[in-house]
Nanobody, 120 residues
Framework: QVQLVESGGGLVQPGGSLALSCAAS????????MGWYRQAPGKQRELVAA???????NYADSVKGRFTISRDKAKNTVSLQMNSLKPEDTAVYYC??????????????WGQGTQVTVSS
């Protein structure tokens, strides 16, 4: 069974840094776009950053220049380095990936979510 397992997150002061990681596991044929979304209380889930299998990335305007997404294709992992964090970055962050599992149709998979809190 395919799973996305996240790690990282936690509490950090404004201006600080955090790193999130996500690993896809299971019987996988191929992994396409991988990305990170976030959802703050009372708000809709929004795309933070995404990266294609070819390495092309895109970012939400609110995080450009502060966050960096990267992936390891061989390990089916994606990471998000978050610098210069602001209180408005506080949210639950979710890993997302387009995965083709063995013997099943391609689909979107989600991690369980990890809390990021930016506060003094």
């Amino acid at each position: 069974q395919v799973q996305l397992v996240e790690s990282g997150g936690g509490l950090v002061q404004p201006g600080g840094s955090l790193a999130l990681s996500c690993a896809a596991s299971g019987s996988i044929v191929n992994v396409g776009v991988m990305g990170w979304y976030r959802q703050a209380p009372g708000k809709q889930r929004e795309l933070v950053a995404a990266i294609s299998s070819g390495g092309s990335s895109n970012y939400a305007d609110s995080v450009k220049g502060r966050f960096t997404i990267s992936r390891d294709k061989a390990k089916n992992t994606v990471s998000l380095q978050m610098n210069s964090l602001k209180p408005e970055d506080t949210a639950v962050y979710y890993c997302n990936a387009d995965i083709w599992p063995w013997g099943k149709p391609r689909g979107a998979y989600w991690g369980q979510g990890t809390q990021v809190t930016v506060s003094s």
